[in-house]
Every structure is written in structure tokens, then in C-alpha cells.
């Protein structure tokens, strides 16, 4: 499998374990992501990683591509406030936890 495969499936699959437990990465864990919605837990947290340096409109716009049914800037900042700033780190460090191997020099202990 490509290198790059690889580093976004475990991305993916770190980011369905939170997605599982996403009521304690929200601000109120009652009633936010409880509803069926175009922007979901993962689909935020997705968009947020992906963004680029364009407007916030564009790079929606980029991210779904280009259909008429993409969310509106509004909606997303709406979206991405009710994530807490901890669930960045906890995806990142669970991210790093998978991919990061001790290299050895010789394999030496």
C-alpha cells in the first residue's frame, strides 16, 4: 500500500474512534451532532484538516465539489464552534500514536 494510503486510513480510522465518543469533544455534549445534518462531527473535523489558504466559501465549495447542496460559511463556523480545541489534540496525538515507530539505530535497544 502506498505511504500516503496508509497515513490517511489511519487518519480515517482515528477520526471514526472520536466520532464514537464525540460527546465529550463537544461544547454541549446533549444536544450537539445529535441531529442528521450536512455537517456532521466528521465531516467538520474532516473540512477543518483539509482546508487550504482560500476563502472560507472556496474552500467549501473545493471540499464538496462544487454541488449546490454544500454548506454555507455560516453553517460551518456554526459547526466548527461547537467542537472543543481538545479534540484537535486528541486527533493528532492518537494520529502520531499509530504512525510514529522508534527507529533504532541497528536495533538497538
Same mark, same amino acid.
Given at each position: 500500500?502506498? =505511504? %500516503?494510503?496508509?497515513?490517511? =486510513?489511519?487518519?480515517? %480510522?482515528?477520526?471514526?474512534?472520536?466520532?464514537?465518543? $464525540? &460527546? +465529550?469533544?463537544?461544547?454541549? &455534549?446533549?444536544?450537539?451532532? /445529535?441531529?442528521? $445534518?450536512?455537517? /456532521?462531527?466528521?465531516?467538520?473535523?474532516?473540512?477543518? +484538516?483539509?482546508?487550504?489558504?482560500? &476563502?472560507?466559501?472556496?474552500?467549501?465549495?473545493?471540499? =464538496?465539489?462544487?454541488?449546490?447542496?454544500?454548506? /454555507?460559511?455560516?453553517?460551518?463556523?456554526?459547526? $466548527?464552534?461547537?467542537?472543543?480545541?481538545?479534540?484537535?489534540?486528541?486527533?493528532?496525538? &492518537?494520529? =502520531? *500514536?499509530? +504512525?510514529?515507530? *522508534?527507529?533504532?539505530?541497528?536495533?538497538?535497544?
Amino acid at each position: 500500500m502506498n =505511504n %500516503y494510503k496508509h497515513l490517511k =486510513n489511519v487518519l480515517n %480510522y482515528s477520526i471514526k474512534k472520536m466520532v464514537e465518543v $464525540r &460527546s +465529550i469533544f463537544c461544547e454541549n &455534549s446533549v444536544t450537539d451532532f /445529535t441531529h442528521n $445534518r450536512k455537517l /456532521t462531527f466528521e465531516t467538520t473535523l474532516k473540512n477543518v +484538516i483539509c482546508m487550504e489558504t482560500g &476563502s472560507l466559501k472556496d474552500e467549501l465549495l473545493k471540499l =464538496n465539489d462544487f454541488s449546490l447542496k454544500t454548506p /454555507t460559511a455560516s453553517a460551518f463556523v456554526q459547526a $466548527r464552534s461547537k467542537i472543543k480545541v481538545e479534540a484537535f489534540q486528541t486527533l493528532f496525538n &492518537s494520529f =502520531n *500514536e499509530k +504512525i510514529h515507530k *522508534e527507529k533504532l539505530f541497528k536495533d538497538w535497544s
